[in-house]
């Protein structure tokens, strides 16, 4: 064995992926909103995009720089997200 996961550990990732899809699905069918809302989505959107990097992408055997990029990212781009919702609600 060499260490890496099973394909039955990569399709509990991939059902964990697919359950928190069918969350934010169900809070966008059911007109959810306000703050709190949204920042579970974007909770829920950083796990996701932390999952898919790390078991789907290869990043969790990558060095820290890679890593580190890829963090940034999800955080720069959510946060621009939360911050744009922000203002929104001001207008």
């Known amino acids: 064995m060499s260490g890496l996961p099973s394909d039955r550990f990569y399709t509990g990732v991939w059902a ?7 969350v934010t699905f169900s809070v966008g ?5 306000g703050r709190g809302v949204m ?4 909770t829920i959107s950083f796990a996701k995009g932390q ?5 789907f992408m ?7 720089l890679w890593r ?7 955080l720069v781009v959510g946060g621009m997200i939360v911050i744009a919702y922000l203002i929104g609600l001001r207008s």
Do not use: K, P
């Open 29 to 33: 069918e059911t007109d959810l909103s």
């Open 16 to 22: 964990v992926l697919s359950g928190l899809t069918l």
């Open 58 to 64: 290869g990043l969790r055997h990558a060095g820290w």
């Open 68 to 74: 580190g990029i890829i963090l940034a990212y999800f």
């Open 51 to 55: 999952l898919v990097a790390n078991y």
């Open 39 to 42: 920042l579970l989505l974007i």
